[in-house]
């Protein structure tokens, strides 16, 4: 280091005006330490000769010195001044490899299934409710509170759940979670505690959701489906077998619903063995050729479990869901939540507590149930104009529709449309990797688009069918 103290200032790069001349020049010397200007075992001049040389309070210096003592960049001595800290060189790391997915081609449109129209949230309602909820909320809402969640939303679910979806609900056996996919996780490791090996899941559904529960130790053996739901009736052969994952009210993805009969079969197997269903309702509002299915819950309170979510009615970005679950169930989950993320948002759950309790979450729902039918009906004309040889199936409810492609011509329509801006799924997507080859179909999620997009997205779409 030289001699000249002045020259030692100059290095450190530090303007001594205004009123952060200490955290200024503890920065500046950190930084000198760091690149090497300031080697270890340097002695640094006396804080009076530095506060000359700086035109600063000597105590500033001081005070910038003792605390890069205490921080261990500095060392002091009687005797022996001040003094750069020796300090090992850090070891160089290795460099990071990032493990990305191919990138995918920009789209102009998107007609992948699974959300809805976010861009007709209802923000001016949200806003009042959440002012509403905020107002109105106890200041004991802001602490740690139930792991089953805000009674007031739990209060308000089960009057709703009931009226709208038939589910047999009260208060005590509600438990709010950040979405399906969090329930989801809760009820696997559940009943991986209780010992349950295989989980069955539909031939055709999300690899998200078997993946989860593969991830908590769960098999998933398929349960096929065909044009009357899920084959329910081969529970009974399926040893091993202690829960089921369903999606009666509109089966995901082909849009069929659980047949009677086979709803029957289904409580019939839970009853009969101990077993429990799962029951996804993820999309149960949107009917639109008659009053929505009742929820299968209704049927059996004490071995249905139903999941729903306000992602499809609302939006995904809002993380909330609910489980209703057997009594027998609740301490057991409820322990698994506490366990890992004790709460849901507050202010979400209150918020959406006066959202559904003012009214405004079924005036929100008829009005998307409306624009979505309207969407669907677009759709079917389109395609018997421009698409004739394209039958269409599972619009009875939801938010998409399945499209019937001749043999053999999925992956090559839904290569085109990527070449064209289109973001299209097939049927193939949402297999089950130990059932057989099916068809070939496209599933149509026409509840993505905003209301600006959707005439150009149904355009695209027709321009690419065989």
Not at 25 to 35: F, G, N, Q
Request: charged share 25%.
């Amino acid at each position: 280091m030289t001699d000249s103290w002045a020259t030692f200032g100059a290095d450190l790069h530090l303007e001594p005006v205004g009123t952060g001349l200490r955290s200024g020049l503890m920065e500046a010397l950190r930084e000198a330490v760091r690149s090497g200007r300031l080697a270890p075992g340097t002695r640094l001049p006396s804080s009076r000769a530095l506060a000359a040389d700086l035109g600063i309070a000597r105590n500033t210096v001081a005070d910038a010195y003792a605390e890069l003592v205490a921080e261990g960049w500095l060392t002091a001595r009687q005797g022996s001044g001040t003094r750069v800290a020796q300090r090992s060189a850090p070891r160089r790391a290795d460099p990071v490899v990032v493990r990305s997915r191919p990138a995918r081609p920009r789209t102009g449109h998107n007609l992948k299934p699974g959300s809805p129209d976010v861009s007709s949230f209802p923000r001016t309602a949200w806003l009042r409710a959440a002012r509403k909820a905020l107002t109105a909320a106890p200041d004991e809402a802001f602490g740690y509170g139930d792991a089953r969640g805000r009674p007031e939303l739990r209060t308000v679910l089960a009057e709703y759940l009931s009226r709208s979806r038939g589910v047999h609900a009260d208060p005590e056996r509600i438990v709010v979670c950040s979405g399906f996919v969090h329930g989801l996780t809760l009820l696997g490791k559940v009943l991986r505690q209780r010992r349950v090996r295989d989980l069955a899941v539909e031939s055709y559904g999300l690899d998200l959701h078997r993946d989860l529960l593969t991830g908590t130790g769960l098999r998933t053996p398929r349960l096929v489906v065909d044009h009357l739901g899920a084959r329910t009736g081969e529970l009974a052969a399926m040893r091993g077998t202690g829960a089921v994952l369903l999606t009666p009210a509109h089966q995901f993805p082909t849009g069929v619903p659980l047949h009677p009969d086979r709803r029957a079969a289904a409580v019939d197997w839970a009853r009969a063995t101990g077993g429990l269903i799962l029951e996804d309702d993820y999309d149960g509002e949107f009917r639109y050729d008659r009053q929505p299915v009742g929820a299968l819950q209704g049927l059996d309170p004490e071995h249905v479990v139903h999941l729903g979510t306000a992602s499809k009615c609302l939006a995904p970005g809002l993380r909330l869901g609910w489980m209703v679950l057997p009594r027998s169930l609740v301490a057991e989950v409820v322990a698994v939540k506490g366990a890992a993320d004790w709460m849901t948002g507050t202010v979400e759950q209150l918020t959406l507590a006066e959202f559904i309790a003012s009214g405004a979450y079924d005036r929100h729902v008829r009005s998307m149930r409306l624009r979505y039918r309207r969407r669907r009906d677009q759709l079917v004309a389109a395609l018997a104009e421009r698409a004739p040889g394209i039958e269409v199936s599972g619009i009875a409810a939801g938010l998409h529709a399945v499209l019937e492609l001749p043999p053999g011509t999925e992956r090559s329509v839904i290569q085109a449309a990527a070449f064209q801006g289109l973001a299209l799924d097939g049927l193939a997507r949402y297999r089950h990797p130990d059932a057989p080859a099916g068809r070939d179909a496209l599933v149509i999620g026409y509840g993505s688009p905003s209301e600006s997009a959707w005439t150009g997205a149904l355009d695209a779409l027709c321009r690419v069918l065989p």
